[in-house]
């Protein structure tokens, strides 16, 4: 949420393009950016071979989450709104970021158990604010990790893993503990993640609690 929150300030780069695309389906915007996900997910996850495909990964991440805001602002400019797209858009959401998230997850770069508490983290995140709707409560966008901050992290790191691979430093070592940069990232998901999680559910029950 700490990102999501400035959204606003991305209209500049956002309306321009939109203005353009009248005639287009938002759906059709929302599929190039489901596939430009998946296809960062697999250059991160190729990448402790082919350290350039880092620089590839972090570039489709963030032009992958370029569109899934594009195709809403595109629906919303011409009144192509509708409850079908805002589902899809939802859904491809979550298949977004296990492909982004999912790549660094099961790679040589990352921990497995760690990678698998990181989409945890993730996915129970955006499911709190969604369930919250779905009971009936606001939709919650609230807490410390929301899908802005998490396309911003997810393009970082990957740049700054391969810079220390060119310093010199894939790993930042402390005692006998070794940790990639992209590793640290997951480790942020997993804590973060799960604690938004938690304060968006402590968060609607309390706003269920004032109905009753």
């Known amino acids: 949420m700490v990102l999501d929150a400035q959204r606003g300030k991305a209209e500049f780069a956002l309306l321009p393009v939109a203005k353009k695309m009248e005639r287009v389906n938002p759906n059709i915007i929302s599929w190039i950016g489901l596939i430009l996900a998946l296809l960062s997910g697999i250059a991160l996850y190729l990448s402790f071979e082919m350290h350039y495909l880092l620089i590839v990964g972090a570039a489709l991440v963030i032009i992958s989450g370029y569109f899934d805001a594009l195709d809403g602002k595109v629906a919303k400019l011409f009144g192509k709104a509708s409850k079908k797209g805002d589902y899809l858009d939802h859904v491809f959401d979550r298949y977004a970021d ?79 503990i070794s940790v990639s940069w992209l590793e640290l990232m997951m480790i942020w998901f997993a804590l973060v ?18 109905e009753e």
Do not use: E
Not at 139 to 144: E, M, Q
Not at 193 to 210: D, E
């Open 98 to 176: 296990v492909f982004m998230i999912g790549g660094v997850a099961v790679s040589a770069w990352c921990n497995p158990y760690l990678g698998v508490l990181a989409l945890v983290g993730v996915l129970l995140t955006s499911y709190m604010g969604t369930q919250a709707q779905a009971v009936g409560a606001p939709r919650l966008y609230s807490g410390l990790l929301g899908r802005a901050d998490r396309v911003v992290l997810s393009t970082v790191f990957p740049l700054l893993q391969f810079i220390f691979i060119q310093a010199g430093y894939p790993f930042l070592t402390i005692g006998d």
């Open 193 to 210: 993640g799960n604690l938004t999680a938690v304060q968006r559910g402590i968060i609607t029950w309390r706003n269920l609690s004032k």
